[in-house]
């Protein structure tokens, strides 16, 4: 799914992420945001009839657009700014979100890597 490109009320969009939770989708648009690109987010529930052929693993399923013409830089940014987790590190990571425990620190990147990476990084599970 991850770079498929849509039509959405007419113009071009490119899924630039695929994250498990809602909550985690809006952690990378606002990523993306902050760097100058504009982002949609939209839930497979929003999106049941684009999607569905695309095999949507499930409703929570949230997707992060761009323009096409966005699509590249924003993908390689994703990649160099925002820790995919999996397993029992994205449920622990939900269930910390939910109860308003998360220390902005637990959502980055790779802080050692680069030293002003810190709470405005992202965090996706797929």
Known sequence: MKGETLILNGDSW????????????????????????VAQVRGAEMLADVFSHLGAVSAATSYVLVPERDAERAMKLIDETVTDYEGEELEELLEKMAAGELDPGEWGGDDEADPEVGEDDGVTGG
Do not use: Y
């Not at 490119?14 to 690109?37: H, Q, S």
């Open 14 to 37: 490119t899924i630039v992420d695929v994250a498990p939770a809602m909550a985690l989708a809006e952690m990378v648009a606002a990523l993306l945001e902050e760097e100058g690109f």
